[in-house]
């Protein structure tokens, strides 16, 4: 038996759960991915205990997160157009080696002992840069390879390497600062796009995208239209607000909650953290292995529930066991939310239209930022446990207006164009036993 025909005879041995993997360019992007998601949380840890240590101010510690995700609100839309009028592979090739040429800058000026603190928000601000240029583009990518019917899979899969570097990046960067500091933390930093930039180059979309004249300013005003104009898809925006405004701004306040309510220390708050990441990469599985999802808009809404309720029974508890259930359930809840969300983009959305509808559903996700400053102004006022209280309520309710609003988001999933669907986004499910087919490479 050849090579070639026993890595065939792998692929089909794979389970339902690993569809996507058999498709060998989603196999490259996947761990590209990965390296990627992983650098930028590194990133952060390690630029905020570089700050945290410069100045001793929460503060200024607070702004590297901000410079981190503030671009998705203004940048956002514009990384939507690009995927749409240029070619996806060059534009998150470009955006990594961006990031490497920052981290590797960094690193030299931490070497030689000239690093500043405010050095720490431009390099971070890069990072956040590429976030919301090339997003929409790793999106499409995964489109482009497995074909609508292997979407949900690839999305799902996905979902799980951004929950397992939710985990791993930050784990990473603590053990890198405790083992050779912040500068040895940035070098390992480096090499990691590096490795990210050498998978990326061996990846091959199988439909190159670039269409008609680049004009940012009235592409953006067409997906805004366009967005505006299809309740599933402006439902699907407005969750998204919803979640990072009033869901995800909780990872700010778990240090404080660990410490001031549950009276616990730096190992049981960090244990604390990473459980929502655990309970993603479960739930991530679990969406991975359905055979047919119809109705992806209840999976998204449902999810997005799910994790609105755990953060409420977070923010209630007084005992650690509890504090850790209820956030092992908000991370269940989100990879719902999460493996969906460009699930429905890539699903509902002209082909045209795909890359403009995820920039907007990145302007939604750099509502974030809004949110933590929202979160911690309450917490401020009143008390953490409050604020995320009041948070968890106004989500759930927000939540049942868009459902009550916007009925067709909990229908059948109905791609908009003229042309004949893919018959298992159709009216009709698969035959029995039948699961829908990914496209695999010749290669």
């Known amino acids: 038996m050849t090579p070639s025909s026993r890595s065939g005879a792998a692929e089909k041995r794979l389970p339902r759960t690993f569809q996507a993997f058999r498709n060998r360019d989603y196999r490259l992007l996947w761990p590209a991915n990965l390296l990627g998601y992983s650098s930028r949380w590194m990133q952060m840890i390690l630029l905020a205990w570089f700050v945290l240590e410069?100045?001793?101010s929460p503060w200024r510690v607070a702004l590297v997160g901000?410079?981190?995700?503030?671009?998705?609100?203004?940048?956002?839309?514009?990384?939507?157009?690009?995927?749409?009028?240029?070619?996806?592979?060059?534009?998150?090739?470009?955006?990594?080696?961006?990031?490497?040429?920052?981290?590797?800058?960094?690193?030299?000026?931490?070497?030689?002992g000239a690093a500043?603190?405010?050095?720490?928000?431009?390099?971070?601000?890069?990072?956040?840069?590429?976030?919301?240029?090339?997003?929409?583009?790793?999106?499409?990518?995964?489109?482009?390879?497995?074909?609508?019917?292997?979407?949900?899979?690839?999305?799902a899969l996905d979902s799980v390497g951004m929950s397992l570097s939710q985990m791993?990046?930050?784990?990473?960067?603590?053990?890198?600062i405790a083992l050779a500091g912040v500068r040895g933390g940035f070098v390992f930093v480096a090499v990691f796009y590096l490795v990210t930039l050498v998978l990326l180059s061996r990846i091959r979309l199988p439909h190159a995208h670039k269409s008609g004249r680049?004009?940012?300013?009235?592409?953006?005003?067409?997906?805004?239209?366009?967005?505006?104009?299809?309740?599933?898809?402006?439902?699907?925006?407005?969750?998204?607000?919803?979640?990072?405004?009033?869901?995800?701004?909780?990872?700010?306040?778990v240090p404080v909650i660990a410490r001031d309510v549950l009276d616990v220390g730096p190992g049981p708050m960090g244990v604390l953290q990473a459980l929502p990441g655990l309970g993603a990469v479960g739930g991530a599985f679990f969406v991975?292995?359905?055979?047919?999802?119809?109705?992806?808009?209840?999976?998204?809404?449902?999810?997005?529930?799910?994790?609105?309720?755990?953060?409420?029974?977070?923010?209630?508890?007084?005992?650690?066991?509890?504090?850790?259930?209820?956030?092992?359930?908000?991370?269940?809840?989100?990879?719902?939310?999460?493996?969906?969300?460009?699930?429905?983009?890539?699903?509902?959305?002209?082909?045209?239209?795909?890359?403009?509808?995820?920039g907007i559903i990145s302007l939604a996700i750099g509502t974030g930022p809004l949110g933590a400053l929202l979160v911690g102004g309450m917490a401020n006022s009143w008390n953490p446990a409050l604020a995320l209280r009041l948070d968890a309520v106004a989500g759930i309710v927000?939540?049942?207006?868009?459902?009550?609003?916007?009925?067709?988001?909990?229908?059948?999933?109905?791609?908009?164009?003229?042309?004949?669907?893919?018959?298992?986004?159709?009216?009709?499910?698969?035959?029995?036993g039948q699961t829908p087919k990914i496209r695999r490479d010749s290669r």
């Open 54 to 56: 410069a100045t001793d």
């Open 66 to 112: 901000f410079f981190g995700a503030a671009p998705l609100m203004a940048l956002g839309p514009v990384g939507g157009v690009l995927a749409d009028r240029m070619d996806r592979l060059f534009v998150i090739q470009a955006t990594q080696t961006a990031n490497l040429f920052a981290t590797v800058v960094m690193s030299a000026v931490l070497i030689s």
């Open 116 to 155: 500043q603190f405010w050095h720490a928000y431009p390099v971070i601000a890069v990072a956040g840069v590429g976030w919301a240029i090339d997003t929409p583009s790793r999106r499409s990518a995964i489109h482009d390879l497995l074909g609508r019917s292997g979407v949900t899979n690839g999305f």
């Open 168 to 176: 791993l990046g930050p784990a990473l960067g603590g053990g890198l």
């Open 214 to 253: 680049l004009n940012v300013g009235r592409d953006v005003i067409e997906g805004v239209r366009y967005v505006a104009g299809h309740q599933v898809l402006l439902a699907a925006v407005m969750v998204t607000v919803v979640m990072n405004l009033l869901l995800y701004p909780y990872i700010n306040m």
């Open 288 to 358: 991975a292995s359905l055979a047919y999802v119809r109705h992806h808009g209840r999976f998204y809404i449902g999810g997005a529930l799910l994790a609105l309720l755990g953060l409420l029974a977070f923010s209630f508890s007084r005992w650690y066991g509890a504090s850790a259930a209820a956030l092992l359930v908000l991370g269940i809840g989100t990879a719902g939310f999460s493996s969906m969300q460009a699930t429905l983009v890539m699903l509902l959305a002209r082909e045209e239209m795909r890359g403009k509808t995820l």
């Open 398 to 432: 927000c939540l049942g207006v868009i459902a009550a609003l916007m009925p067709a988001l909990m229908r059948r999933v109905l791609p908009d164009r003229d042309h004949a669907a893919d018959p298992y986004l159709s009216q009709a499910a698969p035959p029995t």
